[in-house]
C-alpha cells in the first residue's frame, strides 16, 4: 500500500513537470473558480429586457443568483423548470437555469446547450469560462496547468481540468474557443492526480 502511494507521489510530480504552460497565458483570478460569480459577467447574444439567473431553490428569494436591471414594474415569478445546466445532484438546489423576459414574454434556458445560446459570442474570460463549464471543464486556480488564460482577437484559450470516474481521475486540458461561434477544442495534457479512494460518505 506505501509502495502503491509512494508511486503515485512521483507519478503525480512527473507529470507536474511535463505539463508546461506558456509564459504568455495568465493566471485566471481566484473568484472565477466559482461558477455563481460568473454571471454578471454574461453579456446576452440577444436583447432581453430583463433576465435573471436562478437555481431550482424551494425559496424564490434565495433561488436568485443574479439578476440583470429590471423596470420597476415588471416581475417575473414562473415556476422552476424539471431540470436545468449544471446538474449536481437530484432535488431541491441542484441546477440553474435562466429565465428572461423578451417582448413581454417569459422565456427559459435550462440546458447546456441553451445556456451556450444565451451567451452568443463569447465576449470576456468569464463567459469563456461558462462555456468550457458546458462541456464539462472547470477551472482550479492552485495550478498554473488547470487555471491559466489567454486572450486573443479571435480566440481565448484556456489551461482547465476535468474531474470523473472512481478511482477519481483529474485532468489538465487545453481549450481554445471561438470568440464569434462559441466553438470549443480541446486538447489533452495528462491526468496529473488519481485518488483510489472512491469511499462514499
Not at 473558480?33 to 454578471?40: A, E, F, M, N
Not at 443574479?66 to 431541491?92: H, L, R, W
Not at 489567454?150 to 471561438?178: A, W
Request: proline share 4%; hydrophobic share 35%.
Amino acid at each position: 500500500m506505501k509502495a502503491i502511494i509512494i508511486f503515485s507521489l512521483i507519478f503525480s510530480n512527473l507529470l507536474y513537470s511535463q505539463i508546461k504552460v506558456p509564459d504568455d497565458y495568465k493566471k485566471i483570478p481566484d473568484i472565477l473558480d466559482t461558477v455563481d460569480y460568473l454571471y454578471p459577467f454574461i453579456v446576452p447574444d440577444k436583447e432581453y429586457q430583463y433576465w435573471r439567473v436562478l437555481s431550482n431553490d424551494a425559496d424564490y428569494e434565495k433561488a436568485v443568483l443574479y439578476e440583470s436591471q429590471a423596470p420597476d414594474f415588471m416581475t417575473i415569478n414562473e415556476p422552476a423548470p424539471e431540470k436545468g445546466f449544471f446538474q449536481k445532484c437530484v432535488g431541491n438546489n441542484c441546477f440553474s437555469y435562466i429565465l428572461a423576459c423578451k417582448k413581454e414574454r417569459s422565456v427559459y434556458f435550462s440546458t447546456e446547450q441553451q445556456l451556450r445560446d444565451f451567451i452568443g459570442t463569447v465576449d470576456n474570460l468569464p463567459e469563456a469560462i461558462l462555456l468550457a463549464k458546458t462541456y464539462g471543464y472547470s477551472v482550479d486556480t492552485s495550478n498554473r496547468f488547470t487555471g491559466a488564460y489567454k486572450i486573443e482577437d479571435r480566440h481565448i484559450s484556456l489551461y482547465v481540468m476535468q474531474s470523473k470516474g472512481c478511482p477519481v481521475t483529474k485532468e489538465s486540458f487545453l481549450v481554445k474557443i471561438n470568440r464569434k461561434t462559441g466553438k470549443l477544442e480541446a486538447k489533452s495534457n495528462g491526468i496529473y492526480s488519481k485518488n483510489e479512494d472512491c469511499s462514499v460518505l
